[in-house]
């Protein structure tokens, strides 16, 4: 059974520190890795998605890349802003489509 | 373009009632999937659909049913409620193509007193 774990579960930092969210997987047959962001009181919003074949996604100040031999993805925010506080998930898509999902990370950027 | 909608946004209701969560999509997607999250424990996958009348079980199906009569919606009922069954429901679309992300509604926020 797929297990998704995300460390930390909270961080705080200052606003314009680059940081590192974690997320490992046990079982590395994935279709592939997606990192979704989460405002309080909403739905998900889909950030990256990075293809089994593939080591990496960008999208303007957010890095995602993906190792399956060691079952490990990481979301990588430059200059982080006020405006990236929210919770992360990251998710591995299996058969019929099938996210399963990490706890999250609820990051707070203290301006 | 509306994406997913999920009805109706808050209810409360009495254990042993019944109820049931609507889902619609406007992005003609095969997939759908009914998730529900509870603090510290991320979503887990209630039931889903590959497509108009199927329907299978995900990771916590118990006390659940769902419909697909129609591609566009997907129903979520709660034969008798517990409280066990208060959480945050969610509903997400996905197209047949497995390398586009899901999309999700703004989610229900249930509670059985």
Same mark, same amino acid.
């Given at each position: 059974?797929?297990?998704?774990?995300?460390? /930390?579960?909270?961080?705080?930092?200052?606003?314009?520190?680059?940081?590192?969210?974690?997320?490992?997987?046990?079982?590395?047959?994935?279709?592939?890795?997606?990192?979704?962001?989460?405002? /309080?009181?909403?739905?998900?919003?889909?950030?990256?998605?990075?293809?089994?074949?593939?080591?990496?996604?960008?999208?303007?100040?957010?890095?995602?890349?993906?190792?399956?031999?060691?079952?490990?993805?990481?979301?990588?925010?430059?200059?982080?802003? /006020?405006?990236?506080?929210?919770?992360?998930?990251?998710?591995?898509?299996?058969?019929?489509?099938?996210?399963?999902?990490?706890?999250?990370?609820?990051?707070?950027?203290?301006? | 373009?509306?994406?997913?909608?999920?009805?109706? @946004?808050?209810?409360?209701?009495?254990?042993?009632?019944s109820m049931t969560?609507?889902?619609?999509?406007?992005?003609?997607?095969?997939?759908?999937?009914?998730?529900?999250?509870?603090?510290?424990?991320?979503?887990?996958?209630?039931?889903?659909?590959?497509?108009?009348?199927?329907?299978? @079980?995900?990771?916590?199906?118990?006390?659940y049913n769902v419909?697909?009569? @129609?591609?566009?919606?997907f129903l979520l009922?709660?034969?008798?409620?517990?409280?066990?069954?208060?959480?945050?429901?969610?509903?997400?679309?996905?197209?047949?193509?497995?390398?586009?992300?899901?999309?999700?509604?703004?989610?229900?926020?249930?509670?059985?007193?």
């Amino acid at each position: 059974k797929q297990e998704v774990t995300q460390i /930390p579960a909270a961080l705080s930092v200052p606003e314009g520190e680059n940081l590192v969210l974690n997320c490992s997987f046990t079982d590395s047959a994935i279709y592939n890795l997606q990192w979704f962001r989460q405002d /309080p009181g909403k739905g998900l919003t889909s950030l990256l998605l990075i293809q089994s074949s593939q080591r990496e996604q960008t999208s303007g100040r957010l890095n995602a890349s993906l190792d399956k031999s060691s079952g490990r993805s990481t979301l990588y925010i430059a200059a982080s802003q /006020p405006g990236d506080s929210a919770t992360y998930l990251c998710a591995g898509l299996q058969g019929a489509q099938k996210l399963v999902f990490g706890q999250g990370t609820r990051l707070t950027i203290n301006p | 373009n509306a994406g997913v909608t999920q009805t109706p @946004k808050f209810r409360v209701l009495k254990t042993g009632q019944s109820m049931t969560l609507l889902c619609a999509q406007d992005m003609n997607h095969e997939y759908m999937y009914w998730y529900r999250q509870d603090p510290g424990m991320g979503l887990r996958l209630i039931h889903y659909s590959v497509g108009e009348g199927t329907t299978a @079980k995900g990771e916590v199906p118990d006390g659940y049913n769902v419909s697909r009569l @129609k591609k566009q919606n997907f129903l979520l009922g709660l034969e008798s409620a517990a409280p066990s069954q208060t959480s945050v429901y969610f509903c997400a679309s996905a197209d047949w193509d497995r390398n586009q992300p899901q999309h999700f509604g703004d989610g229900t926020r249930l509670s059985i007193l």
